[in-house]
């Protein structure tokens, strides 16, 4: 069988024989257990600003004692004393071994035929993880510091972490080797504690609106409510064709059918499509209807949301933010514009699509942008419009702005407008809402006409079987819970990671996501 590279490494011929070693002590490299009593961070607000005493005072005991756990990462000899510092989650603090009064668990000086200390020096490497037993000193510098009394060793590394001066700088190490680049970054570390807060914070606003949270199928065996080319799998025990799911409407739909008014759900989904610096094939996505709402109640919560999330975490709906080159105050304060497609094309583009024929549109994608011609071929009227709009309006939409009333080509699942002329002109009730040219959030007024419904999806189903790949199929089972009464009801989504690249001041998705996809490591064996 091939090794992995690393065994090769010296260092992991070093650690391993140090390993070795240690055992042969009757030390226990791996202890199944530690209780630590204080993080680096909490001795420090505790007791930074306390007179604990001294060196001497340390020594006798005199002074507070703790316990803490952590990883090695730097460490110095001085003659009777070592001085290093240990790492946890929180932070850092110093400790100080002694010669004299420094105990190592495990170890035996007369079997050992060492000190303690020179035990620690010669068998324990940085990155190795430590429990460390003493009481509190503050250095003639004035250095808050443990005086170990008691190191326990609690977990012998073979490999090394990365170099102290040069840190981890290549970026696909990060995101390939997440757990070194949380390590080495205490910027990476808060930025992923700070999705979580923010995911607490999305579930307290939905939760403070009578929200219920529910969980749906990931594997189905009809996928949609999205545009997506689904990712295909296999069900040994049914000997049936599974799909990973592209969407989470279809299954919380048939909850607002069976009575449940205000639902969401957050949860992977999986797109088998391409990779940028906004997209990664799964993702985190929220989709959430409430009964009785339409797109108009949809873009006040959802703008009430993004204010109330900036204000939570950083106290300003202002955030600044690097786009390109330029720094950008983002004001999420509500409300936020609002303008249909239409008049967004008339605004940011000079283009008025009433004045245009088919033909006329084609020939404007056509000259002026790099648009693939066979995605023209065959379009209507309405994807004519939606593409004159994703290429010379998206980049204008650097504030907040609701974009309303689409053409019913973009989406199957949207009711058809309430005006009498828009909805002659095939404009449904549906808007995305755009933050720095980037799409955050879809929303509709829900499709709950059955027979309309049947009438789009089966368009679909005829594109899916003409090769369409993003098309969906038909799905009997979603038009016959629609039979049985969905009410008036408003639906929404939104990329959970693109709204954190927000909050973060990121610029992608994979600074966000604690493992994005990434191609086979060619050096793993």
Same mark, same amino acid.
């Given at each position: ?343 967004? $094309? ?9 004045? !245009? =024929?088919?033909? @006329?549109?084609?020939?404007? &994608? #056509? +000259? %002026? ?66 933050? $720095? ?9 829900? !499709? =709950?006409?059955? @027979?309309?419904?049947?009438? &789009? #999806? +089966? %368009? ?66």
């Amino acid at each position: 069988m091939n090794l992995p590279h690393y065994h090769s490494q010296e260092d992991f011929q070093v650690r391993t024989k140090k390993l070795e070693e240690i055992r042969s002590l009757g030390i226990d490299p791996y202890p199944p257990k530690y209780s630590p009593t204080h993080s680096a961070k909490k001795i420090i607000e505790t007791f930074g600003h306390q007179t604990v005493g001294h060196s001497d005072d340390a020594a006798s005991g005199s002074t507070p004692s703790v316990k803490v756990g952590g990883r090695l990462v730097l460490f110095r000899e001085m003659g009777k004393n070592a001085f290093g510092h240990i790492q946890d989650e929180s932070g850092r603090i110093q400790i100080m071994c002694n010669r004299d009064l420094t105990t190592v668990e495990g170890f035996d000086s007369e079997k050992g035929g060492m000190t303690p200390l020179k035990f620690i020096e010669k068998k324990i490497d940085l990155g190795d993880i430590v429990g460390i037993e003493g009481n509190l000193f503050h250095t003639q510098k004035g250095e808050l510091t443990i005086f170990v009394k008691r190191l326990t060793l609690l977990c012998k590394t073979l490999l090394p972490l990365p170099e102290k001066h040069s840190g981890l700088c290549d970026k696909e190490i990060c995101y390939r080797k997440r757990w070194l680049d949380l390590l080495s970054h205490k910027d990476v570390q808060e930025r992923f504690v700070l999705r979580s807060k923010i995911l607490k914070e999305i579930r307290h606003y939905f939760e403070n609106d009578g929200f219920i949270e529910v969980e749906t199928p990931i594997l189905q065996s009809i996928y949609g409510g999205a545009q997506a080319k689904p990712f295909v799998t296999h069900l040994n025990a049914l000997h049936q064709e599974m799909f990973l799911r592209i969407a989470l409407e279809i299954p919380l739909k048939k909850l607002s059918v069976g009575g449940l008014e205000k639902v969401y759900e957050i949860g992977k989904v999986f797109r088998n499509e391409g990779l940028d610096r906004t997209h990664n094939p799964e993702f985190t996505m929220l989709e959430g209807y409430v009964a009785y709402w339409d797109y108009n109640d949809v873009m006040r919560f959802i703008e009430n949301l993004f204010e109330h999330l900036a204000i939570t975490l950083f106290g300003s709906t202002k955030l600044s933010i690097e786009k390109e080159g330029t720094t950008h105050i983002i004001d999420l304060k509500t409300p936020w514009t609002r303008m249909t497609m239409k008049e967004s $094309l008339k605004t940011y583009a000079k283009i008025d699509v009433d004045t !245009l =024929n088919e033909e @006329e549109m084609k020939k404007i &994608l #056509l +000259e %002026q942008t790099p648009i693939d011609p066979k995605s023209l071929k065959n379009a209507p009227r309405g994807m004519l419009i939606a593409h004159l709009f994703a290429e010379f309006v998206e980049s204008h939409l650097i504030q907040p702005h609701h974009i309303i009333d689409h053409p019913i080509e973009t989406t199957p699942l949207c009711k058809l407008h309430r005006d009498p002329e828009s909805r002659k002109e095939g404009i449904v009730e549906r808007f995305e809402s755009f933050i $720095l040219g980037f799409e955050f959030v879809n929303a509709y007024s829900e !499709l =709950n006409d059955p @027979e309309l419904q049947r009438k &789009l #999806l +089966e %368009q679909q189903s005829e594109k899916k079987l003409a090769g369409d790949e993003e098309a969906s199929p038909l799905d009997e089972e979603f038009i016959e819970a629609i039979c049985q009464g969905l009410p008036p009801t408003g639906g929404f989504g939104f990329g959970i990671d693109r709204l954190i690249m927000l909050l973060t001041k990121v610029h992608s998705i994979r600074d966000v996501l604690y493992f994005p996809l990434m191609k086979p490591d060619e050096n793993i064996s």
